[in-house]
């Protein structure tokens, strides 16, 4: 048609298009192309390609490069190189080098070296060595070694500083310094010094301390100065109470307080069992602590008072989520006496018969015999028969019965009982008390004086079904006790919750007085009665 269609013929024309067509022909040109083919020809084109190859050619070029190859040549330069070479060249250099051979020579120099040798000369030296031979020499140096160790033999003389150390005997004569130790005994003799913590002057009365504290903080009262040796009976009783405010206690088992004294728990749960209470809630009254006393600065008691589960709330007393306080107090004298003798006469009389003679005659008779006859006749009947017949009769039993009952009583026990008390004391113990005091002293101190009235006291504690909890109080009185005494008993309701067989017993004296009591409930947040 003479136009071109815009699509290839798939066929080849004859004529070339004078276009190159993107893709190689497989023939070559018969030109160069003027640009490298990134192939080598495996030809040498006969001119230097101006670049170094990454292969060495294997023969000389003929001119030194500026570079060292890294080789050592075959033949030697005509000028040193200017660095020692690692190998000695067999020839000396003319020059002494400043520096020991390492090698010794056969030849003695005429100068000392300065340096020992390994090996020793066999002559002493005319100095000494600043290092010891390690052999003792056979005269002393008259100068101490300078060794921080003693030798293991002594020196057999005194040196002139003392060792630090104690020697296994004593020594005849004191030393004139005290020892940092007390020696347990007294010295006999007062010192020159006032003790810098002198025994407290009693009747010291009552010493007391308030403090504030929480779970981690615990509040401790620290006395010295006490009193320790030769302390001992009523007379150095002292007596402790502790009070607690009732900040957050609503927890009876997990929220509580304990008591140490010098480190022994002598209360473990006090519980004021309530929050945000108006007044102290009194833990225990009256301790007496006397026993816990410890020897150091003259007689120290530690108090200390910690609580466990208390946190800080709006019940805060002072700021503080424990707050307590304490009271210390000995024995004051009463007005009253105490029912124990004291050992010492009084300058008053008892208006009492003493149960000891005195050793002197009193002025009054005694209304017993006493056992001597006197020089004169009493006016009284001897108790003794005079062997003559009175015709008056005797009012004794003639040792015979007379078939007939005289109508009084005689004198003898007829071996059974009558039926009705005789009104007299036998003179013998029963063996069971009567229950009415005798009226007279027994001549020994109780171990129990009887408390002082009126009273009330309390205890808690914690157990569990092995442990029961056991509460004893002495000293209640007995005879002609007329007084009553209330027991109230309660439990907190732990876990309660089967009342079948879930249930706490009350005792007194062995004697059960409450079988089965029991909340009937667990986890309670109040005492049951």
């Known amino acids: 048609t003479g136009v ?111 340096q020992p040798t390994d090996q020793p000369s066999g002559q002493p030296s005319d100095q000494p060595t600043d290092q010891p031979s390690g052999q003792p020499t056979d005269q002393p140096s008259g100068q101490p070694s300078g060794t921080d160790q003693p030798t293991d033999q002594p020196s057999g003389q005194p040196s002139d500083q003392p060792s630090g150390q104690p020697s296994d005997q004593p020594t005849d004569q004191p030393s004139g310094q005290p020892t940092d130790q007390p020696s347990g005994q007294p010295s006999g003799q007062p010192t020159a010094q006032p003790s810098s913590h002198p025994t407290f002057v009693y009747p010291m009365g009552t010493m007391n301390f308030a403090a504030g504290g929480n779970n981690t903080t615990p509040v401790t009262w620290s006395l010295d100065s006490l009193g320790f040796a030769n302390r001992g009976g009523d007379g150095g009783a002292l007596y402790l109470t502790v009070d607690i405010w009732p900040t957050h206690f609503e927890n009876a088992g997990t929220q509580y307080a304990t008591v140490k004294i010098n480190g022994i728990v002598v209360d473990q749960y006090c519980t004021p069992d309530e929050e945000c209470g108006d007044d102290y809630y009194t833990c225990f009254y009256d301790m007496d602590v006397q026993s816990y006393i410890q020897e150091p600065l003259g007689g120290v008691l530690s108090f200390e008072v910690t609580t466990t589960g208390v946190p800080h709330t709006v019940c805060d007393h002072l700021g503080y989520s424990l707050y307590t306080r304490m009271f210390l107090r000995e024995a004051l004298p009463t007005g009253q006496p105490t029912g124990e003798p004291s050992g010492q006469p009084s300058n008053q009389p008892s208006g009492e018969p003493s149960t000891f003679p005195t050793g002197q005659p009193s002025t009054q008779p005694s209304y017993q015999p006493t056992g001597e006859p006197t020089s004169a006749p009493s006016g009284e009947p001897s108790g003794e028969p005079s062997g003559e017949p009175t015709g008056v009769p005797s009012g004794e039993p003639s040792g015979e019965p007379s078939g007939e009952p005289s109508g009084e009583p005689s004198g003898e026990p007829s071996g059974e009982p009558s039926g009705e008390p005789s009104g007299e004391p036998s003179g013998e113990p029963s063996g069971v008390p009567s229950g009415v005091p005798s009226g007279e002293p027994s001549g020994q101190p109780t171990s129990h004086p009887t408390r002082v009235y009126p009273q009330s006291l309390s205890y808690s504690a914690g157990g569990d079904n092995d442990n029961p909890v056991v509460w004893n109080v002495d000293s209640l009185a007995y005879a002609d006790n007329n007084y009553p005494l209330y027991l109230s008993v309660e439990v907190y309701p732990t876990n309660y919750e089967n009342k079948a067989n879930q249930y706490a017993t009350v005792s007194v004296n062995g004697n059960v007085v409450k079988a089965h009591c029991t909340p009937d409930e667990s986890c309670g947040d109040v005492y049951f009665s």
């Open 4 to 114: 071109p269609t815009g699509e290839p013929s798939g066929e080849p024309t004859g004529e070339p298009s004078g276009e190159p067509t993107g893709e190689p022909s497989g023939e070559p040109t018969g030109e160069p192309s003027g640009e490298p083919s990134g192939q080598p020809s495996g030809q040498p084109t006969g001119e230097p390609s101006g670049q170094p190859t990454d292969q060495p050619s294997g023969q000389p070029s003929g001119q030194p490069t500026d570079q060292p190859s890294g080789q050592p040549s075959d033949q030697p330069t005509d000028q040193p190189s200017g660095q020692p070479t690692d190998q000695p060249s067999g020839q000396p250099s003319g020059q002494p080098s400043g520096e020991p051979s390492g090698q010794p020579t056969d030849q003695p120099t005429d100068q000392p070296s300065g």
